[in-house]
């Protein structure tokens, strides 16, 4: 990639974060009959999104350094990455906030000019499912070109829950070679040989420490998925959803799925 400078004395905060070019990436579609201006409130939509699709970039970069960290035995580095996607997952949660200003009315004022464009269309998120075990071939269909061949090397791809049971397997934990030689393109299912494992070595801080991360890790994704549930019924309430999803009721159906199953599995053994 070209930098926007020739030399160092070019070299400004603005010219490196390419602050120009951030800021024209705006580009409101609606328009307000009596100004003959954009909808005062798309701008707030469209860079709220934008900054979304930033922090899944940020989370992606983290995960695949995480597991990188896992292969590797380097529990204590895998651990720190992960306590930084938390609080990146919080101000994911935090960005809502922010959001649900926004009153339905003075969302409805632009919708339609959102045709089919619409937040399922999202292949960083997907990518972020994917990597975490929650995968589903027929998402993949609903992309094409770069975003499809990401999320299909995603697809194919073991997740952060295979560099995690494999790590366990190095280290003289009992696991069963159905988990070590799944198909890691099936989702993840909960395993009573694995889960004793777990809690016969809870014992060991670091071990404990690195399960309890992936715990929370877990939780946020599902803290997100809840309060975008509750924004969206509060923002068109059971409306269908742009690009014609089916909305909130959709969204509904991800609640509660947890992504490392065993992990929650062992809560009931202590």
């Given amino acids: 990639m070209s930098l926007p400078f020739e030399n160092k004395d070019d070299f400004t905060y603005g010219s490196y974060l390419r602050i120009g070019e951030l800021l024209s990436l705006q580009q409101c579609v609606s328009l307000d009959p009596d100004s003959n201006k954009p909808e005062h409130d798309e701008t707030l939509f469209i860079i709220i999104h934008q900054v979304y699709e930033l922090w899944f970039k940020q989370i992606l970069h983290e995960v695949d350094y995480i597991v990188g960290m896992l292969n590797d035995h380097k529990i204590g580095a895998a651990q720190s990455h992960l306590k930084r996607v938390l609080k990146i997952m919080k101000t994911l949660v935090g960005q809502l906030d922010v959001l649900e200003t926004m009153t339905p009315a003075e969302f409805a004022s632009f919708r339609n000019f959102l045709a089919n464009a619409s937040g399922f269309q999202s292949a960083q998120f997907r990518e972020l499912e994917f990597v975490l075990g929650i995968k589903d071939r027929i998402q993949i269909e609903w ?128």
């Fill in 143 to 270: 992309f094409v070109g770069d975003e499809g061949e990401r999320l299909t090397r995603r697809y194919e791809e073991p997740t952060l829950w295979d560099a995690f049971v494999h790590l366990m397997h190095r280290e003289g934990f009992a696991v069963p070679n159905e988990v070590l030689d799944r198909d890691v393109r099936e989702p993840i299912t909960p395993n009573p040989v694995v889960q004793a494992s777990i809690v016969e070595r809870y014992s060991d801080e670091a071990f404990a420490g690195l399960c309890e991360t992936l715990t929370d890790l877990d939780e946020g994704l599902q803290e997100w998925r809840y309060r975008h549930v509750m924004m969206v019924r509060r923002t068109i309430g059971t409306k269908p959803g742009t690009g014609g999803s089916d909305g909130a009721a959709y969204l509904q159906t991800t609640l509660f799925r947890p992504a490392f199953p065993d992990l929650w599995a062992i809560r009931t053994a202590f």
